[in-house]
């Protein structure tokens, strides 16, 4: 999507390093969303960020939300071959969007043990 | 997630036919979503419904219709399929605001 541009395509670290993922949006957010689908598989939601500033964390993955910016980092620590994965971001630009998110066309990570 | 299925999982057609992919919820959320999925694109709409009968077009409709006469179905068919329908299919649902749950897809291979 060009609504949301994600940084790095793709992604290869040794186990156990940390890693950031980022998410850029043309437009005002009104929400931003994250998500991990598994090759072959559906998209699992992570976490969700509205406010500036906002920061939320799920085990090992933290998210920050950049409202000024309109940009969001994903952010996994002593990463695992269990974060391996495809990584995408989706954001609400309208106030009221009846649910219809933009997606970014995601960050393919990979793990090595 | 088992809210949410969809069905077939993988199919095979050929160009001109008619294929009808069906999504199935039993969490009776209001709105449901169909996205296709491509290298190079992401996910991008096709048709979201936001109730029974009330549904509306997304970034690319075109040759895609929808139905939901039921709160739990939302049937996505391809009047006429072509190669360019080539895709993973994801259907989702939201309660509005905090985040989709997705099926597991369907991947449709046009001939």
């Known amino acids: 999507s060009q609504e949301l541009e994600q940084s790095p395509q793709s992604l290869i670290v040794q186990e156990g390093k940390n890693l950031t993922i980022n998410c850029t949006s043309s437009?005002?957010?009104?929400?931003l969303y994250w998500y991990k689908q598994k090759y072959g598989e559906g998209l699992i939601f992570l976490m969700m960020?509205?406010?500036?500033?906002e920061e939320k964390s799920h085990e090992k993955i933290t998210a920050k939300l950049d409202e000024k910016k309109q940009q969001s980092s994903l952010h996994i620590t002593a990463s695992q071959p269990s974060h391996a994965g495809i990584y995408l971001c989706?954001?609400?630009?309208?106030?009221?969007?009846?649910?219809?998110?933009?997606f970014g066309d995601g960050t393919t990570l990979t793990v090595k043990p | 997630d088992a809210g949410i299925t969809q069905s077939p999982r993988h199919k095979v057609t050929e160009t001109g036919t008619p294929v009808t992919l069906r999504c199935h919820q039993t969490?009776?959320?209001?709105?449901m979503y169909w996205y296709r999925q491509d290298p190079g694109h992401g996910l991008r709409l096709i048709h979201y419904?936001?109730?029974?009968?009330?549904?509306d077009k997304g970034e690319v409709s075109d040759g895609y219709s929808v139905s939901r006469s039921k709160t739990e179905d939302f049937l996505l068919t391809l009047e006429s399929a072509t190669s360019s329908q080539t895709s993973v299919y994801f259907c989702?649902?939201?309660?509005?605001?905090?985040?989709?749950?997705f099926g597991s897809g369907t991947r449709l291979t046009v001939v």
């Open positions: 989706g954001a609400d630009t309208l106030p009221t969007n009846a649910g219809k998110s933009t």
């Open positions: 437009k005002t957010l009104y929400g």
């Open positions: 960020l509205q406010k500036g500033g």
């Open positions: 969490e009776n959320h209001r709105y």
């Open positions: 419904s936001y109730g029974v009968k009330d549904t």
């Open positions: 989702a649902t939201t309660t509005g605001g905090d985040g989709y749950t």
